[in-house]
């Protein structure tokens, strides 16, 4: 069935602001398709966790419009990874003429702590990194917790990321960088969102699952899952605070 057209997508797609590369990327991750399952309205204020060089922040911005706000959270434990440092430069440079992009720089915990402020938190194809050294201190358990705090009820929580075999132990992250996508669901729901449905558009059923996302013939065309949690409307607060 044809997806209906929507022009707020199309026009975020085609903002000639973007960079070549990002065009370049549109058509080999579905970012459309991609965009219209995350459903980010007007006025929508969204935690883009660390973006990298802002693909999906650059997007997020045009789709809340000058009353929403995008914040572009790339804690600093991470900066020390030079190619994260030099994207976060990259989004510092872009949201000086981007009034509605916000560069949060803080720890993980400090990107978080704000309450019932964000109306999605998106983590895209970073979520295994909770499981690995790089995140330090923080770990997924404390993550998903501030992250359900954070949200406003009725919010959304998505995580895009590349697919491990089923049952494979979420230690392999460090060696591939993916996650069974089961060991995603059952770490989020643990935190008290709930599961609202998935989006198979980045599955390929090519990738065997059992090479680093990095490996030659694989990297860019990984097996990916999309998932998608809500913060329960009655939540006001996170219980226990």
Known sequence: MTRRTD????????????????LARDVRDCTEEVLHFLGIAPG??????????????????SLVGEHGRVFAAIPAEVTKIERIEAGRQEI????????????????????????????????GQNYHDLHIAMM??????????LALRAL??????VIIDHVAPTGTPAEVTGALHRIDPAIAKREVEA???RYTGKDDVL?????????????????YHTDRFILKFRKPAELARQDGQ
């Open 203 to 219: 599955h390929n059923r090519n990738d065997p699952h059992t090479s680093s996302i990095f490996a030659r013939g694989i990297r």
């Open 191 to 193: 935190a008290g969102f």
């Open 44 to 61: 929508d204020h969204v935690l883009d966790f660390l973006p990298f060089r802002g693909y999906f922040t650059r997007l997020f911005a």
């Open 92 to 123: 510092e440079q872009f949201a000086r003429e981007r009034h509605n992009i916000v560069l949060l720089t803080g720890s993980t915990e400090e990107a978080l702590a704000p309450e019932a402020i964000f109306d999605m938190i998106f983590i």
């Open 7 to 22: 022009v707020r997508i199309e026009a975020a797609l085609n903002d000639r602001s973007r960079p070549r590369r990002d």
């Open 136 to 145: 330090s201190p923080t770990n997924v358990q404390t993550f998903n917790k």
């Open 152 to 157: 406003k009820p009725g919010g959304h929580y």
